[in-house]
């Protein structure tokens, strides 16, 4: 996924109600922005990071720029978490995911569950279909650890629920964690941070839900899906 046009570097000053962020552009510009994470963004948010922006001119929008990218520790992640979903599609049509390769129709946003839409629908004619949910990574704390989540989701844990339900009729359901920087050999799910999405995604794959990672390569320019790494699923409670 190529940014287009550029973005445009600046440094963070603060990131405030989930949704907003102070910061200086090169020129010295004080402005403020929409940020497109409701998450904690843990990590992500020290005074006088390096932060890119993508801009749009339109009277739609209250804000004209927007937080694509941030430097941490030389690092640059993504934490724009409307991504995913188009970095997922680029990655499964690349066939870094082999398990989910070789269908004929991709569709996005498609109705499912409990009044619930899912990421990505592949179907084939012989192979039948997979529900996939597509799900925004960009939290570490351990060297060359991916985790997932930053902070309590009530909603990630509906979202497992459903992929379990669609799992016991015998129909395929998975979850593809996008994870949106380049330093990260493995990934696990952070059930100390949420106990009960933990227990959630345990029973989701004893319920048959498979699950995936794929590491992204980022710079200012562009954001490349790269390669599957492994889930480590140790320390998930028991059920």
């Given at each position: 996924?190529?940014?287009?046009?550029?973005?445009?570097?600046?440094?963070?000053?603060?990131?405030?109600?989930?949704?907003?962020?102070?910061?200086?552009?090169?020129?010295?510009?004080?402005?403020?922005?929409?940020?497109?994470?409701?998450?904690?963004?843990?990590?992500?948010?020290?005074?006088?990071?390096?932060?890119?922006?993508?801009?749009?001119?339109?009277?739609?929008?209250?804000?004209?720029?927007?937080?694509?990218?941030?430097?941490?520790?030389?690092?640059?992640?993504?934490?724009?978490?409307?991504?995913?979903?188009?970095?997922?599609e680029e990655a499964i049509l690349a066939g870094l995911v082999?398990?989910?390769?070789?269908?004929?129709?991709?569709?996005?946003?498609?109705?499912?569950?409990?009044?619930?839409?899912?990421?990505?629908?592949?179907?084939?004619?012989?192979?039948?279909?997979?529900?996939?949910?597509?799900?925004?990574?960009?939290?570490?704390?351990?060297?060359?650890?991916?985790?997932?989540?930053?902070?309590?989701?009530?909603?990630?844990?509906?979202?497992?629920?459903?992929?379990?339900d669609l799992a016991e009729t015998g129909r395929r359901a998975?979850?593809?964690?996008?994870?949106?920087?380049?330093?990260?050999?493995?990934?696990?799910?952070?059930?100390?941070?949420?106990?009960?999405?933990?227990?959630?995604?345990?029973?989701?794959?004893?319920?048959?839900?498979?699950?995936?990672?794929?590491?992204?390569?980022?710079?200012?320019?562009?954001?490349?899906?790269?390669?599957?790494?492994?889930?480590?699923?140790?320390?998930?409670?028991?059920?």
């Open positions: 996924m190529i940014f287009s046009p550029p973005l445009v570097p600046a440094r963070l000053v603060r990131r405030y109600k989930r949704f907003l962020f102070d910061a200086v552009l090169e020129d010295g510009t004080a402005i403020t922005g929409f940020c497109p994470n409701t998450g904690s963004m843990r990590g992500l948010t020290e005074p006088g990071s390096r932060i890119w922006l993508s801009r749009h001119d339109t009277a739609r929008r209250k804000y004209a720029y927007a937080l694509e990218l941030v430097e941490v520790e030389g690092i640059v992640v993504g934490v724009n978490t409307a991504l995913p979903n188009h970095i997922a082999p398990p989910l390769g070789d269908f004929k129709r991709l569709k996005r946003e498609q109705r499912y569950g409990r009044n619930s839409r899912i990421d990505i629908l592949l179907e084939d004619d012989t192979k039948g279909s997979v529900h996939v949910e597509v799900k925004n990574v960009h939290f570490v704390r351990s060297e060359g650890l991916a985790e997932f989540p930053d902070s309590v989701t009530a909603r990630g844990a509906k979202h497992l629920e459903e992929m379990g998975a979850m593809l964690f996008i994870i949106q920087r380049n330093d990260c050999q493995r990934m696990r799910i952070s059930a100390d941070l949420d106990p009960t999405y933990g227990l959630a995604f345990t029973r989701a794959v004893l319920r048959g839900v498979e699950a995936y990672a794929v590491r992204c390569a980022l710079d200012s320019g562009k954001i490349t899906p790269e390669s599957l790494i492994p889930i480590d699923e140790t320390g998930l409670g028991a059920l």
